[in-house]
């Protein structure tokens, strides 16, 4: 990917990661965004977890660790990301990705790069699982994995009660903008299944609310 060759002529880029109780996943994804140069700051918000998330990130100095002292939501932890990013285009990434790369990040960050009238790009999942690409088909504006510029973010709605909802807000905003975005495939990614973190009553349970937050912001706004 040519825009990522030199690195002085390239803008700051920050990660921001969200992340509650992720101590068996925030690992590899940390492993993978530190090998990758072209990052400049790598952001991890831990949203009230109560395992050892927080004790993880710390064994990684160059991690700028923010610590929520209450869980308050994907929305919320994002917010609190992004009001401690300095980089000129910023990505979101989730803490619980399986088979992350640093191809992937430069899937994300590069086309922005390329070309300066796109403002945001969002990730897709191709080819990880069959359950989590088939997620990703049936509602593509929920995709965690996008990055974008902050100039775009300027005007955005307040999105930091908005749960995991938050997707939504950055997609219509783009929308209402009529600003350009594009999607990008990412091969060979997927995550953990909320019923895989947390055992099938629970994790389903946690699910149908990720939906609810998701489905009632989304007809709310229509």
Do not use: W
């Not at 068996?24 to 090998?35: E, I, Q, R």
């Not at 897709?124 to 990055?147: E, H, N």
């Amino acid at each position: 990917m040519p825009g990522l060759t030199n690195k002085k002529d390239l803008p700051e880029i920050s990660v921001i990661i969200p992340a509650y109780n992720e101590e068996n996943h925030v690992k590899p994804v940390l492993d993978t965004v530190s090998k990758a140069s072209f990052i400049d700051e790598i952001i991890v918000v831990n949203d009230g977890s109560t395992d050892k998330t927080a004790e993880i990130v710390k064994t990684y100095p160059a991690v700028k660790l923010i610590n929520r002292e209450k869980n308050g939501g994907k929305g919320a932890a994002l917010k609190d990301g992004l009001d401690s990013a300095k980089g000129d285009i910023i990505a979101f990434i989730d803490a619980d990705l399986v088979g992350l790369t640093v191809n992937h990040l430069k899937s994300l960050v590069d086309p922005l790069i390329q070309d300066p009238k796109l403002m945001m790009t969002v990730g897709k999942f191709s080819g990880g699982r069959i359950c989590t690409d088939l997620s990703q088909k049936m509602v593509p504006f929920i995709s965690g994995q996008r990055a974008f510029r902050r100039n775009f973010v300027r005007d955005i709605p307040d999105f930091a009660s908005s749960g995991f909802a938050v997707e939504i807000i950055f997609t219509q905003h783009a929308k209402t903008k009529k600003t350009r975005l594009k999607e990008v495939l990412l091969k060979n990614l997927t995550h953990v299944m909320k019923e895989e973190k947390l055992g099938y009553p629970h994790g389903f349970v946690y699910r149908l609310k990720m939906y609810k937050e998701i489905f009632s912001h989304l007809f709310k706004t229509k």
